[in-house]
Nanobody, 128 residues
Framework: QVSLVESGGGLVQAGGSLRLSCVGSGSNFNTLAVGWFRQPPGKEREFVAAVSWSGGNRDYAPNVKGRFTVSRENIKNTAYLQMNTLESDDTAVYYC?????????????????????WGQGTQVSVSS
């Protein structure tokens, strides 16, 4: 079993930055792909970014590519989402999740059903 805990959310002005962290526990966390998702108010949960178990493959949603960077440090059992140039549309609850489905050169898993392990979420609010 894998448990995930996110942190780093908060209130930031448009144009600002935040870094989210996701700490995983469980013997096989470092063998799993990690994805970041978000759920804006009144909307469905959506894919944001994902990183392979090694950190060598990364994938991004088109609306965050170039602004967000996903990474991980397996020695710390931690994945990160660095968010720069934040916009009001980035306001959402952000979740990290872990998947047994691997990444490839073609991308990482993006569907919710591919991620059996989820954190509790952290709120990111961007004021304009």
């Amino acid at each position: 079993q894998v448990s995930l805990v996110e942190s780093g959310g908060g209130l930031v002005q448009a144009g600002g930055s935040l870094r989210l962290s996701c700490v995983g526990s469980g013997s096989n966390f470092n063998t799993l792909a990690v994805g970041w998702f978000r759920q804006p108010p009144g909307k469905e949960r959506e894919f944001v970014a994902a990183v392979s178990w090694s950190g060598g493959n990364r994938d991004y949603a088109p609306n965050v590519k170039g602004r967000f960077t996903v990474s991980r440090e397996n020695i710390k059992n931690t994945a990160y989402l660095q968010m720069n140039t934040l916009e009001s549309d980035d306001t959402a609850v952000y979740y990290c999740a872990a998947s047994h489905t691997g990444c490839s050169a073609g991308g990482c898993p993006q569907a919710l059903y591919e991620y059996p392990y989820w954190g509790q979420g952290t709120q990111v609010s961007v004021s304009s």
